[in-house]
């Protein structure tokens, strides 16, 4: 099973920007499908982003396109998420995950997607 960790987070002021990191070991990162979520306080784990593997295809939830970015490098076996143009309702814990499947529907995407990081924290001040 691939391991995961984040790296990234912090606090910025909104219009600001962060890119977040995910670092995974112990498997074949060609064969994972990718993406992050993220749980504001109170609230449930939702999509953010996804990509495929082959890094061509990616599906963004609507409240981020325009503004967030997602790619991986298979030199690093590393998957990235721009954040541009933050909003304080942006805060929450990000995870990284993989899983065995791409979807092109972000509503497709399930909330036990696959395997998890540890989680980043993403904060965004008014």
């Known amino acids: 099973q691939t391991q995961l960790v984040e790296s990234g987070g912090g606090l910025v002021q909104a219009g600001g920007s962060l890119r977040l990191s995910c670092a995974a070991s112990?498997?074949?990162?060609?064969?994972?499908?990718m993406a992050w979520f993220r749980q504001a306080p109170g609230k449930e784990r939702e999509f953010v982003a996804g990509?495929?593997?082959?890094?061509?295809?990616?599906t963004l939830a609507d409240t981020v396109k325009g503004r967030f970015t997602i790619s991986r490098d298979f030199r690093k076996d590393t998957v990235y998420l721009q954040m541009n143009s933050l909003k304080p309702e942006d805060t929450g814990v990000y995870y990284c995950?993989?899983?065995?499947?791409?979807?092109?529907?972000?509503?497709?995407?399930?909330?036990?997607?696959?395997?998890w990081g540890q989680g980043t924290q993403v904060t965004v001040s008014s």
């Open positions: 995950a993989a899983g065995t499947a791409y979807y092109t529907s972000p509503n497709d995407y399930p909330p036990d997607f696959g395997s």
């Open positions: 112990g498997g074949t990162f060609n064969n994972y499908a």
């Open positions: 990509i495929g593997y082959s890094g061509h295809a990616t």
